[in-house]
Each structure stands twice: as structure tokens, then as C-alpha cells.
């Protein structure tokens, strides 16, 4: 069996759908993985993302490598007998979170110096580092080292971190093919393409590592501070000479908005903090826009919502009452709303696979934004 | 069907088992009623309450009056369709968390004036304004007004708040028998009676209160410092006094020992903040003794552990990843623990009810406490 297979392809875009198969799921794409950074989406239990439905998460590298660390994740044998979770997982490596957390990094050619963003001490990854953790974290898809760029940097800077990042990526190969899996499941390796907004940066990663043997292949350095429109004809550009029949994960995004976008130029995953974030914020997403909890115009708001699907928490809550544990500061209010954004992104992505499936991919879009976009409850 | 019917005596103790019922649940006795002062236990949800067992828990007059308030939950109709909660729900009448939380209060004999803990705001109860607040709550058991002495306390000064907590407490029965339920369910009204730890005013009290229709009989103003063995010895005096056919609730209490001793004594009912409290922050109860989740002794223990009851948390998660949550501040941490907490404290009443039944309720209690004592986790 094969770990990836594009199942249907969208007449008139490049929206597909597929299917990954790792040791322990069959993973529907495009899929959306929310972001469980230590092993657990925050305010909710593995059991909760069991139940909407989710067999796949994001958890970090650099987090589980602080915390609980090493030692431990070893000894309970891996990452999902440690936190009870039969499904897959893919660890970022945590480049991403040294560069925005970590203090005092250093990066040169043979890797990053960083102090601990918990206790200050000092750590150093080689690329090979990267790879010999995510072997004792064990999670199903793992991802090499990279340089991330900041937005905007110049041409000869993100050459320069191109550079880096392809040597360090080719070493991270090199480790992944010569050690061993520590427990029973195989692991998958992608590759990241970086290069900035520039074009002939981005050709010529993609080109060098699509020489290489890596399982699937992310977009990175994207949705950092650049406007949408600058991300979707970057997207459009790499989606033209990634390989067909591999996966396509573009990392951090996003809205629903920017997902559907992203889609439609063929990407097949996604991961974002954003449903989780906006929930412990009180923001919950529907069919028919976003809601804001806290609003005064809930107060006295008792009738159940119709969002435009199933929502355990809004069949059963009110607004009023949502509102109430908000201002309350019960942790409830966090559990409640994230449970109900996670469901939304999840129907939101079932959606987009049945309307590729059933090849009108692009009316769901209009469709969707125009219901979104005239939010009935603002 | 009457409000309250004993079932069992134990033989050579006053220890009992009996029945309440209320419009919305048969609540076995003895019974704990776990906090959820603003409608729901913090950290879980009303629906894991009910998963666990509990038909009843424990809401604060005070704190809904401030947050949500009144007009929001007389528009909602009532507490138990804001919150989604169909079982029944006792609330306290809010006097003792106005002496312990509220700022500048004054109080005469017509009521208390006191300053909101949340904004400073200022307010004033009446007994008879605690009474239609809890009408628009719609609580299926109701408390009076009464004044908490502190402890120590002067036996004239416990008089003196002894003199204006009858008063109160019987323009609360007055105005209870003379304004109407809100909503469909039927409300029953306890006494509560106080002297501190004077045998004498507790007699007058009791026998003062005895006189008048109250659905149920509290214990107040015990717990609040005063040693154990002093505490003991006015429950026994009370209870001895204490008509037998109403329930008896003891305010404020307590720790499994606390209980077993209480229940001895002959005391039916019992709310407490301790396993909740406890368990956010980190402690655990077993009926092998107590665990300290955060010790460093649990770093690497990844067994599951047997905690002496069917345990949804323990049975799934080890005391490694459990730490782990805690360490990493994870909402998580404080739901988990409070669910085998609650859980703990609900197969401990119903093996103290089996027991009594069994009439072996002082057998059980030594094994029970020599279990606990010798707690084979530290």
C-alpha cells in the first residue's frame, strides 16, 4: 500500500483529493491537523478529537523535546503510549518555534544554538539531532531542520538560509535512511521547500529536493506577514512543479478562507492554531461566519444556534450561557468553544472533499464565502 | 412521596442511609455534593458530572446574583435550562462567601450591605430578597440567610449572631411560604442552625428551629477552624437533638476522615471544595491514600495505576503523562484530576452507603482509614 494516492482531481482547478495511509491511519485529503504542540490540543482531551473525528494531529518537536523530554518520552516508548493515542501524529521539527520562542539562537552551517524559551538553558540541534528525536518521540510523519526566513528578507538572505536549509535537509535524509524506527510503526519523512516569495528560489528548491527521496513535501516560510495574494501565487507556482503524487502540506494556515484558496491550487494538507487559538478567545467559526462570544448582544441570547452542522456544545449551550463561562473564567468556556471550532474545521473539510469528489469544488467555495463572508450574526 | 425517608440504621452507630427526593432526582444518602458555585464544577463539564453519577451539586446564591445575575437567569427560566442540567441542584444562600469574599459589609438586623469581590459594586440582602433570588434560580434546595461567626468567637457574640440568624432565618420560612415557584419544580427550604461550639446555643438553636416547618436541617458554622475532636463532639451533640426524619446537611465538609466521622454521627449530607480544589492542584485521592501528581517520584512511572475504583483517568493515563500535563499548565491537568476525584468521592459515598446497609458501616470505616493511612504511594 502506497502512503499516498491522489484519489479525485477537480475538473477545472487543481483541487484533488487522496488519501495517506500511515501504521495506523487512513488519513482523508485535504485534511486540516489541529495543533496538539505537547502532545494534547490545549483545553480539550484526546478522547474530545477521538469523537469529532480527527485521526491525525500536530505536535512539536522543540516542545516534546523540553517537555516532558527525551528521557521520559523514551522510556514510556514513544509519544503514544505516553499520551494514550492510537491515531497518527506529525511532529514539526520545531525550527519554526526556535526562531519566534527560543533565546539567543545561533544558527551556522552545522545547526542551532538556542537557550530554552521554559528555563533559559542552553540546547544544540544538529540536523541529525532533528531526526534522532522525532525517532524517540516517534510520531507517524516527521519533519526535517530548516532555516525559516523572516518576511521580508532579501534575495541573498534567503538564498543564503535556501542553502542551509538544503544541506540540512539532505543530512536529515541521510540519518532518517541510516538509523532505525525505535518502536513498531514506520515513520515518513517530508521534505520543506523554503525560498521566500522568490520564485527562482522556490523553483530551484523544489527541483533539488524533488531529486531526493523524501515521502512528502511542505511549503514552508509561507503565511508569515506576506499578503494573501503573494501566498496564493507563490502556492500556485510550487503547486505547478511539486510531484503529483505526493503530498502537499502547507505549514501554519490557515482561515477557512485561505484553505479553500489553497485548495483549489492543490494543496492536501494543512495545520493552524488558529480554530484552537480563536476559541480560547471566544471566537467560534459556523457556515454562516464567525461569532463572537463575548458580545453584549448574547446576553440574553437563550435559544440554540443553528451554526450550519452538528455542534455538540452549540445543540446543547446557549450563547447567554457560553457567555457567561467566558466571564467567568471557567476552563469550561475554553473546552466548550474549542471542541466546537474543531468540529467546524473538521465538517468544513469533509465538505470541501465531497464537493471535489463530486467535482464542484469551486460553486462549494462561492457558496461557502458568500454565506461566511454576509455573517448573519454580526 | 415524602421529601425524605431513612432507610437503614447502622447498629451500633447513628450512621444511616435514606432517600431525598426533589422534582428532578432521588438522591441516595449519606450523599456529597461536589462545588459548582456558578453553575458548573470547574474544570469539567455538567455532562461528565452526570457521567460519573452525581444527581446533584452545590451552587452559590452570592455568586450567580453577581455573575450571571438575576435578570439573565429569570429570562433564561431558570437555572438548570441555562446551564443544561437536569438534575437537582442545592444552592447556599451566599451568607458565608459574603463574610469571606464581599469587602466593606455591614450587617444589622433587617440584612447585609456588602461590596461585590468582582467590581466593588455595592449591594444589600434582605433574608427575604436571598428567598426570591433562589425562586429565580429555581435551585431544587434552598438555604436561608444566616450570620457565620468566625473561631474563635465569644459565647455573647455567638449569641448575638444566633439571635439575628433566627430572626432571619424565619422571615426566609415566611416569605418562602408566601411567594410562589417560578417555574414548574418545587423548592424545599432548609434551616440552618448556629452557636458555634456552645452546646447551649446549639440547643436553643435546634430546638428553636425544630419549632418551625423547615424541609431539612444544616449544621453551620462548623469547620471554619475549630479542632476536629471539638467538631466531632457538636455534630454528636446535634445530631442527638436533630429530628430524625429530615435530612442533615453539614456545611462545608470535608476529607474522607471528616466524612466517615460525620457520617457516624449520624449526618446524611455533605458539599466540600476540597477533592476539586485538590485535584487543581494536582493531588489526587485513592482509596490506597493520596497522590501528589507533580512529585518527582512519578516522572518515569508509565504503569497504569491501581487507585482501589474503576477510575475513567487512571485506567487510561499514567501518572508520567499526567505530571507532565500539570507541568505544562494543560487544562487538561485540572479536568483529569478532577474527574477521578469526583469519581473517587462518588464510589466512596456508595461503598459508605453499601456498608450501612450491610450494617458494617464501623468495620468498613477502620479498613477504609487503615487503608488510607498507610498510603502506599508515599
Redesign the interface.
Known amino acids: 500500500m502506497s502512503f499516498f494516492q491522489v484519489l479525485c482531481h477537480n475538473r477545472n482547478c487543481k483541487a484533488r483529493t487522496g488519501k495517506i495511509i500511515t501504521s495506523r491511519s487512513e488519513i482523508s485529503t485535504p485534511v486540516f491537523l489541529p495543533i496538539g504542540t505537547?502532545?494534547?490540543v490545549?483545553?480539550?482531551?484526546n478522547s474530545d478529537l477521538e469523537s469529532i473525528g480527527y485521526n491525525i494531529f500536530l505536535a512539536n518537536t522543540y516542545h516534546l523535546y523540553l517537555?516532558?523530554g527525551v528521557?521520559?518520552l523514551h522510556?514510556?516508548?514513544g509519544i503514544h503510549?505516553?499520551?494514550?493515542w492510537q491515531y497518527s501524529i506529525l511532529t514539526d521539527s520545531g525550527g519554526f518555534q526556535i526562531y519566534s520562542l527560543a533565546t539567543l539562537r545561533k544558527f551556522d552551517s552545522d545547526g542551532i544554538k538556542f537557550n530554552s524559551h521554559i528555563d533559559g538553558s542552553t540546547h544544540f540541534f544538529t540536523p541529525e539531532d532533528i531526526i534522532e528525536i522525532q525517532r524517540i518521540i516517534g510520531s507517524d510523519i516527521i519533519m526535517p531542520l530548516d532555516v525559516c526566513s523572516e518576511y521580508p528578507v532579501s534575495h541573498s538572505e534567503a538564498e543564503t538560509a535556501l542553502n542551509i536549509t538544503h544541506n540540512w535537509e539532505k543530512r536529515c535524509l541521510e540519518r532518517f535512511k541510516s538509523n532505525r524506527i525505535k518502536y513498531e510503526s514506520k515513520q515518513f519523512l517530508f521534505s520543506i521547500n523554503q525560498g521566500s516569495v522568490f520564485k527562482d528560489l522556490r523553483r530551484r528548491s523544489i527541483e533539488e529536493l524533488n531529486e531526493l527521496d523524501f515521502d512528502g513535501n511542505a511549503i514552508g516560510g509561507l503565511a508569515v506577514g506576506e499578503d494573501n495574494d503573494i501566498m496564493y501565487e507563490v502556492i500556485d507556482f510550487c503547486t505547478d512543479i511539486l510531484p503529483v503524487n505526493k503530498p502537499r502540506y502547507l505549514m501554519g494556515v490557515g482561515t477557512p478562507e485561505n484553505i479553500l484558496n489553497a485548495i483549489e491550487l492543490g494543496i492536501d494538507m494543512f495545520d493552524c492554531v488558529i480554530p484552537t487559538r480563536n476559541a480560547r478567545h471566544g471566537r467560534l467559526y459556523s457556515f454562516f461566519g464567525e461569532i463572537n462570544i463575548k458580545s453584549s448582544k448574547n446576553?440574553?441570547k437563550?435559544d440554540l444556534l443553528d451554526a450550519g452542522f452538528n455542534s455538540s456544545v452549540l445543540n446543547?449551550?446557549?450563547l447567554?450561557?457560553l457567555r457567561?463561562?467566558f466571564?467567568?473564567n471557567?476552563?469550561?468556556a475554553?473546552?466548550?468553544a474549542t471542541i466546537h471550532n474543531l468540529e467546524f474545521y473538521f465538517e468544513f473539510m469533509k465538505r470541501i472533499r465531497k464537493s471535489i469528489e463530486e467535482d464542484n469544488f469551486q460553486e462549494f467555495k462561492k457558496e461557502f464565502l458568500n454565506n461566511y463572508r454576509n455573517n448573519k450574526f454580526t
Open positions: 505537547l502532545g494534547s490545549k483545553a480539550i482531551s517537555r516532558p528521557e521520559i522510556n514510556a516508548g503510549k505516553f499520551i494514550n446576553k440574553l437563550f446543547n449551550y446557549s447567554s450561557y457567561h463561562l466571564f467567568s471557567e476552563p469550561l475554553m473546552r466548550f
